[in-house]
């Protein structure tokens, strides 16, 4: 089949499209220029341009674009999404009930939602990897030394200046400002469950006091309302923020630990700050070296398997997570990855596998063989073709 693949300056394009030309389809790619995102009049016009003359029967796009699927259902074209962000507003915009979508999405809770709200095409698709990619890379000398450590993060803090819910915070009431407070406290000692979407659906007077500090409009048609945009752009944002912060002070405290973020680390002394690092190389040299590698999932992904717990096991490093439900059944904590449900857990954790290094390697061969196994790009896309071709 011809496949037109919407770049919208997404994690994976390279092993999307290498996964598609590798089952036998034609690709053919646009790009959406960044400056054109926020322009729906030039965006229309490129993307009109692009998907009519392409001569192609599918669009797919990482993550799911509205507007990608208006164009779909006018042209007769089916459109697949494979999302890997959360929060993601836009699956909740009118256009997701157009006949022409197939939504896959990495959370199966997120999946549920959907087709609670009469989504008829939306499946749980976990994310995966590219083997033959990952394998490729070598290590250098130099690399040992830039990149081992006995614990590592690679994660945004979502201390940025532009962080939404301290911008807000400041226009808040003292009692508002405290409940929300109290929330995020609870929240931030909780791990894999979410509390926070409920309460807030449930307190209306909280809700508007937080629109007249920060106003937001959504779509009409939205499938969702303000308490979503509320809990998961702003609270569950700054609850990762408290969380992180917290692990990086009381882990750094105890073991050589490297930290790799766009934010700033400089009040934690303990820490070894080391910036960002390229997606394709040299994060897998960071997950390949480090002998614990953390993760620590956005609360607003209330089930699924961050991508950056998959590239962590993809590449072979040992990986201790907070559970998440979607763990079970394709993973096995103890066997695949690590699980904890707090901070001293966590520590007690990695104290144990740092001093038991056969374990803790064994676990990391494991869950690497597996995803080669099960959660090969090409093995998922080949699923997703299988649906869409047959429903």
Same mark, same amino acid.
């Given at each position: 089949?011809?496949?037109?693949?919407?770049?919208?300056?997404?994690?994976?394009?390279?092993?999307?499209?290498?996964? &598609?030309?590798?089952?036998?389809?034609?690709?053919?790619?646009?790009?959406?220029?960044?400056?054109?995102?926020? +322009?729906? +009049?030039?965006?229309?016009?490129?993307?009109?341009?692009?998907?009519?003359?392409?001569?192609?029967?599918?669009?797919?796009?990482?993550?799911? $674009?509205?507007?990608?699927?208006?164009?779909?259902?006018?042209?007769?074209?089916?459109?697949?999404?494979?999302?890997?962000?959360?929060?993601?507003?836009?699956?909740? $915009?009118?256009?997701?009930?157009?006949?022409?979508?197939?939504?896959?999405? &990495?959370?199966?809770?997120?999946?549920?939602?959907?087709?609670?709200?009469?989504?008829?095409?939306?499946?749980?698709?976990?994310?995966?990897?590219?083997? !033959?990619?990952?394998?490729?890379?070598?290590?250098?000398?130099?690399?040992?030394?830039?990149?081992?450590? +006995?614990?590592?993060?690679?994660?945004?803090?979502? @201390?940025?200046?532009?962080?939404?819910?301290?911008?807000?915070?400041?226009?808040?009431?003292?009692?508002?400002? #405290?409940?929300?407070?109290?929330?995020?406290?609870? *929240?931030? /000692?909780?791990?894999?469950? @979410?509390?926070?979407?409920? =309460?807030?659906?449930?307190?209306?007077?909280? =809700?508007?006091?937080?629109?007249?500090?920060?106003?937001?409009?959504?779509?009409?048609?939205?499938?969702?309302?303000?308490?979503?945009?509320?809990? /998961?752009?702003?609270?569950?944002?700054?609850?990762?923020?408290?969380?992180?912060? *917290? &692990?990086?002070?009381?882990?750094?405290?105890?073991?050589?630990?490297?930290?790799? %973020?766009?934010?700033?680390?400089?009040?934690?002394? %303990?820490?070894?700050?080391?910036? %960002?690092?390229?997606?394709?190389? !040299?994060? /897998?040299? =960071?997950?390949?070296?480090?002998?614990?590698?953390? /993760?620590?999932?956005?609360?607003?992904? $209330? %089930? #699924?398997?961050?991508?950056?717990?998959?590239?962590?096991?993809?590449?072979?490093?040992?990986?201790?997570?907070?559970?998440?439900?979607? &763990?079970?059944?394709?993973?096995?904590?103890?066997?695949?990855?690590?699980?904890?449900?707090?901070?001293?857990?966590?520590?007690?954790?990695?104290?144990?596998?740092?001093?038991?290094?056969?374990?803790?390697?064994?676990?990391?061969?494991?869950?690497?063989?597996?995803?080669?196994?099960?959660?090969?790009?090409?093995?998922?896309?080949?699923?997703?073709?299988?649906?869409?071709?047959?429903?």
């Amino acid at each position: 089949m011809n496949i037109l693949y919407i770049d919208y300056q997404m994690y994976g394009k390279e092993d999307i499209i290498e996964a &598609f030309m590798g089952l036998g389809h034609n690709v053919y790619s646009t790009d959406v220029p960044v400056l054109y995102e926020d +322009d729906k +009049d030039k965006l229309a016009e490129l993307l009109y341009e692009d998907m009519s003359g392409c001569g192609c029967e599918i669009a797919f796009t990482s993550n799911y $674009h509205p507007e990608v699927s208006d164009f779909c259902q006018k042209l007769g074209m089916k459109y697949i999404s494979w999302t890997y962000d959360s929060p993601l507003i836009a699956l909740y $915009h009118p256009s997701i009930l157009n006949e022409c979508n197939y939504v896959f999405v &990495f959370d199966s809770e997120e999946v549920r939602k959907l087709k609670a709200c009469g989504v008829k095409h939306v499946y749980y698709m976990p994310l995966g990897i590219n083997p !033959d990619r990952i394998d490729a890379i070598t290590i250098s000398k130099e690399d040992k030394v830039t990149f081992s450590s +006995d614990v590592s993060l690679v994660a945004s803090l979502y @201390n940025e200046e532009h962080n939404l819910y301290d911008r807000m915070s400041e226009r808040l009431d003292e009692h508002t400002r #405290g409940y929300l407070e109290g929330i995020m406290n609870a *929240q931030a /000692n909780m791990y894999g469950v @979410n509390i926070i979407d409920e =309460v807030l659906s449930q307190n209306a007077e909280i =809700v508007a006091k937080m629109y007249k500090a920060m106003p937001y409009t959504v779509d009409e048609g939205c499938l969702v309302g303000l308490p979503y945009v509320y809990a /998961n752009y702003f609270i569950c944002r700054k609850v990762a923020n408290i969380q992180r912060i *917290q &692990f990086i002070k009381e882990i750094s405290k105890r073991f050589d630990m490297k930290v790799y %973020t766009p934010g700033d680390v400089s009040d934690i002394k %303990t820490v070894k700050a080391m910036g %960002t690092v390229d997606y394709k190389t !040299d994060m /897998n040299k =960071v997950f390949m070296l480090s002998k614990i590698n953390l /993760n620590i999932t956005l609360p607003s992904i $209330h %089930t #699924g398997i961050p991508l950056r717990a998959m590239d962590i096991m993809g590449a072979g490093g040992f990986l201790l997570s907070n559970w998440q439900r979607d &763990f079970d059944g394709l993973f096995e904590n103890g066997t695949d990855y690590s699980a904890y449900t707090s901070l001293d857990e966590a520590l007690y954790l990695i104290d144990y596998y740092l001093s038991h290094d056969k374990e803790r390697c064994a676990i990391a061969d494991t869950a690497k063989q597996k995803m080669r196994e099960g959660f090969d790009v090409i093995m998922l896309i080949h699923q997703m073709m299988e649906i869409v071709v047959t429903e």
